[in-house]
């Protein structure tokens, strides 16, 4: 029976976090789709995301869900902007050369907020004031329960939007060919702002999951769930939005459970040892769909 | 006045000059072909007429009005639909959403169901097959949707990039009906084409294109009993 509970106990862990690499994995998805590139800098938008939070709650003390709409904003306009300075004039640079920008965008983050905050660890205490509920002998705590209702409200709202509304259909049409698209009226630079100001913003919200989860800002704190991500959009085929749902999920659940019954110091190793199988054995990742070029 | 009129139209892909000073004119209601062989510049000069390529010089002009400038997404509001080559229907979405896309700047609901209906009247298969992927239908089957997609938009004049390229005679005929009726509605239709005998049985007038220049033009008809022609492109 504890054997049981404990498995339980470790599935929830890994659901809670890997729903939150499921929502940053959206974002590397959907970029990838529709730009055709892996934006490194992904990651630190959650980053942004987690100390714009502590600025709107922590010093200007607003409203929580002020602070949280603030942030989402704030992260949007950031990815927009990025997008803008950085890749858009490498739009038809080689892959190497966007690449390496999105590496160099990754660490321009990381530094200035090394600058603004400096490098000591601040403690930021959780903004979900949500009780813990007892189901059976488990304990889900509050904010494992926020943590999962956000992540698959935002799931279904993204699905919703992709497959449903007319701005999503032309999402789909862009990711798939860009003249074609453009000869329908679609503003294509339009279209992959938009794109970028979603994913931005699901990174928001995971930024602000994430740092109620660990209370402990840092400047390099989004790079882990950021490459992590990244594994799991790998996983689940770099351009499918379910494949990346179902990759962080599932490899939130390698983790927690590796962490639990393997070890502590070996977890993020099978987690990047999943990377390099997925690579060996199905480069396309359980959803993705491998692409014959025609000629 | 032409509805459609290209004027002195150069363009370059690095230091090759693919189009070399090449005028043409379409008139409300005529069916033009542009006729040549494989890289004669066919293809170059409709992306640069719908703004997918900018011409190093030269003018384009649609109704009256300079279009040379207008970026892509914005030629299809004033009523040029392009029909690309190789058909690039959306191969991850339904006939369906395919169509949808066509009327994408489009507002009135009730107008564009109209025009689907249209549609689907032209090519009852589309109907058939509304649910389904574009990806799943056969060259033939995209090469209509790929029209009834241009026709969404509820064009004056539609652009075809070599409409009947890869299809079986069957469907080659098919098409070339369904272009006579198009324009029988009283669309515009300006017609690129290998398949010259094709084209020229249907045109008003046609151009010929030899290596980026426009080498002959005339009606249609004059042009299927000129000698060169018939040896270089009618294959008699």
């Known amino acids: 029976m504890d054997l049981v509970n404990s498995i339980l106990e470790q599935l929830i862990n890994g659901l809670r976090t890997g729903s939150i690499y499921a929502l940053i994995a959206l974002g590397y998805t959907m970029v990838y789709g529709i730009a055709k590139m892996i934006n490194f800098a992904h990651g630190d938008i959650?980053?942004?995301?987690?100390?714009?939070?502590?600025?709107?709650?922590?010093?200007?003390?607003?409203?929580?869900?002020?602070?949280?709409?603030?942030?989402?904003?704030?992260?949007?306009?950031?990815?927009?902007?990025?997008?803008?300075?950085?890749?858009?004039?490498?739009?038809?640079?080689?892959?190497?050369?966007?690449?390496?920008?999105?590496?160099?965008?990754?660490?321009?983050?990381?530094?200035?907020?090394?600058?603004?905050?400096?490098?000591?660890?601040?403690?930021?205490?959780?903004?979900?004031?949500?009780?813990?509920?007892?189901?059976?002998?488990?304990?889900?705590?509050?904010?494992?329960?926020?943590?999962?209702?956000?992540?698959?409200?935002?799931?279904?709202?993204?699905?919703?939007?992709?497959?449903?509304?007319?701005?999503?259909?032309?999402?789909?049409?862009?990711?798939?060919?860009?003249?074609?698209?453009?000869?329908?009226?679609?503003?294509?630079?339009?279209?992959?702002?938009?794109?970028?100001?979603?994913?931005?913003?699901?990174?928001?919200?995971?930024?602000?999951?994430?740092?109620?989860?660990?209370?402990?800002?840092?400047?390099?704190?989004?790079?882990?769930?950021?490459?992590k991500a990244f594994v799991a959009a790998v996983l689940g085929g770099i351009g499918s939005i379910p494949g990346a749902m179902l990759g962080g999920i599932i490899l939130g659940i390698i983790e927690s459970l590796s962490k639990a019954y393997i070890s502590t110091q070996l977890a993020d190793a099978i987690v990047f040892g999943i990377l390099v199988i997925v690579l060996l054995v199905k480069p396309s990742g359980l959803l993705g769909k491998l692409k014959i070029e025609k000629v | 006045m032409a509805m459609l009129k290209v004027t002195d139209l150069i363009v370059n892909y690095g230091v090759i000059q693919a189009i070399k000073g090449v005028s043409f004119e379409v008139n409300e209601g005529e069916i033009i072909a542009l006729i040549g062989a494989n890289g004669a510049g066919k293809t170059t000069i409709l992306q640069t007429v719908t703004g997918l390529i900018s011409p190093k010089s030269g003018k384009i002009e649609f109704e009256g009005k300079e279009i040379t400038k207008t970026p892509a997404h914005k030629i299809v509001t004033l009523g040029m639909a392009h029909v690309p080559e190789g058909r690039r229907?959306?191969?991850?979405?339904?006939?369906?959403?395919?169509?949808?896309?066509?009327?994408?700047?489009?507002?009135?609901?009730?107008?564009?169901?109209?025009?689907?209906?249209?549609?689907?009247?032209?090519?009852?298969?589309?109907?058939?097959?509304?649910?389904?992927?574009?990806?799943?239908?056969?060259?033939?089957?995209?090469?209509?949707?790929?029209?009834?997609?241009?026709?969404?938009?509820?064009?004056?004049?539609?652009?075809?990039?070599?409409?009947?390229?890869?299809?079986?005679?069957?469907?080659?005929?098919?098409?070339?009906?369904?272009?006579?009726?198009?324009?029988?509605?009283?669309?515009?239709?300006?017609?690129?084409?290998?398949?010259?005998?094709?084209?020229?049985?249907?045109?008003?007038?046609?151009?010929?294109?030899?290596?980026?220049?426009?080498?002959?033009?005339?009606?249609?008809s004059v042009l299927m009993e000129d000698d060169s022609i018939k040896k270089a492109y009618l294959g008699e």
């Open chain 2, 89 to 220: 229907v959306f191969a991850d979405l339904t006939v369906y959403e395919n169509l949808i896309m066509g009327a994408y700047t489009r507002k009135d609901k009730n107008e564009i169901n109209e025009s689907i209906r249209e549609v689907y009247q032209r090519f009852p298969r589309l109907e058939e097959r509304k649910n389904q992927l574009a990806g799943t239908l056969s060259g033939g089957e995209q090469q209509m949707l790929a029209m009834g997609r241009a026709l969404m938009s509820h064009p004056k004049i539609i652009l075809m990039d070599e409409p009947s390229m890869g299809l079986s005679p069957i469907f080659v005929n098919e098409i070339f009906k369904i272009i006579q009726d198009v324009s029988a509605g009283g669309t515009t239709v300006l017609l690129v084409e290998q398949n010259a005998k094709k084209a020229l049985s249907i045109a008003d007038r046609a151009y010929v294109l030899e290596t980026g220049s426009i080498v002959l033009d005339d009606e249609a």
């Open chain 1, 46 to 227: 959650i980053m942004v995301g987690a100390y714009a939070l502590y600025v709107f709650v922590g010093l200007l003390g607003l409203h929580p869900v002020i602070a949280v709409l603030l942030t989402i904003v704030v992260c949007s306009v950031l990815g927009i902007t990025i997008e803008k300075v950085a890749y858009k004039p490498l739009r038809n640079a080689t892959p190497l050369a966007v690449l390496i920008t999105a590496i160099g965008v990754s660490y321009l983050l990381q530094n200035l907020s090394l600058l603004i905050f400096k490098a000591t660890p601040i403690p930021f205490g959780s903004i979900i004031r949500v009780p813990s509920v007892k189901v059976g002998s488990l304990n889900i705590s509050g904010i494992t329960i926020v943590t999962l209702v956000v992540t698959t409200v935002s799931m279904i709202a993204l699905t919703l939007f992709i497959n449903k509304s007319k701005a999503g259909r032309a999402m789909r049409a862009v990711s798939e060919d860009k003249g074609a698209a453009e000869l329908m009226g679609v503003n294509v630079n339009q279209t992959i702002s938009l794109t970028f100001a979603i994913g931005s913003a699901l990174a928001a919200v995971a930024g602000i999951l994430f740092i109620s989860q660990y209370e402990t800002l840092l400047p390099t704190m989004g790079a882990l769930p950021g490459i």
